[in-house]
């Protein structure tokens, strides 16, 4: 049973506009919330993160938003750029950071 | 910058073989995990550990055995490897903080097929 779920797996977005990554879970007691990117052949690496006490948060060009009424976390790029071309997984993970459930992630293609 | 290094990067194991995978990390995480992704998954969660001495298991933990006996080492064990452990291998690690949940931290990956 899929807790985290990326509806869409590809997503195409012209340099300079805005990407906007969707995720839904369905675990109402998962607690924080995770963005990975990842390249072929590498491994993900952490991106940004949110805290379910907040609605909001922003790092450079990338914001994450929660939604804990509906379930649901977004990712906004902005600007996107080329290297921004990437498959970027959301994850989820209890108080404890016990255990972290993903998504089947999203293949983002920036076009110059 | 080691961070999270695993080995080997690519192994090709014929069915009924064994192997272990081996995870070290540098940054003194407490926890460290093992995750598979196999093509347009997710990444599914094998096993865990939250410090030395501790395991547990994750969502797919059949085939497969871990120990941790140092904070560093978290070696994944494959015993009589099948077609279906054919897969993309991570390790990582990461600390809970307060307030600020627990980010994890992967390896580059280790690529195993089972012929």
């Known amino acids: 049973d899929q807790q985290v779920k990326q509806n869409s797996p590809s997503l195409s977005v012209q340099e300079g506009r805005i990407s906007i990554l969707n995720c839904d879970y369905t675990?109402?007691?998962?607690?924080?919330f995770l963005w990975y990117k990842k390249y072929p052949a590498e491994g993900p690496t952490f991106l940004i993160s949110?805290?379910?006490?907040?609605d909001k948060n922003e790092d450079g060009r990338f914001t994450v938003f929660l939604n804990k009424s509906a379930k649901h976390l977004s990712l906004h790029i902005v600007p996107s750029q080329p290297g921004d071309s990437a498959v970027y997984f959301c994850?989820?993970?209890?108080?404890?950071?016990?255990?972290?459930?993903f998504g089947t992630g999203t293949s983002l293609t920036v076009i110059p | 910058n080691a961070g999270v290094t695993q080995t080997p990067k690519f192994r090709i194991l014929k069915i009924g073989q064994s192997m272990t995978l081996q995870c070290a990390q540098d940054?003194?995480?407490?926890?460290m995990y093992w995750y598979r992704q196999d093509p347009g998954m997710g990444l599914k969660l094998i096993y865990y550990?939250?410090?030395?001495?501790?395991?547990d298991k994750g969502e797919v933990p059949n085939g497969y055995n871990v120990s941790r006996s140092t904070t560093e080492d978290f070696p994944l064990r494959l015993e009589l490897a099948a077609p279906s452990q054919t897969s993309v291998y991570f390790c990582?690690?990461?600390?809970?903080?307060?307030?600020?949940?627990?980010?994890?931290?992967f390896g580059e990956g280790s690529w195993l097929t089972v012929v």
């Open positions: 990582a690690s990461g600390s809970p903080r307060a307030y600020s949940g627990n980010t994890i931290y």
């Open positions: 994850a989820a993970s209890g108080a404890t950071g016990n255990q972290f459930y």
């Open positions: 550990s939250v410090g030395a001495g501790i395991t």
């Open positions: 675990n109402s007691m998962f607690d924080y």
């Open positions: 940054m003194n995480h407490n926890y």
């Open positions: 949110i805290s379910s006490i907040k």
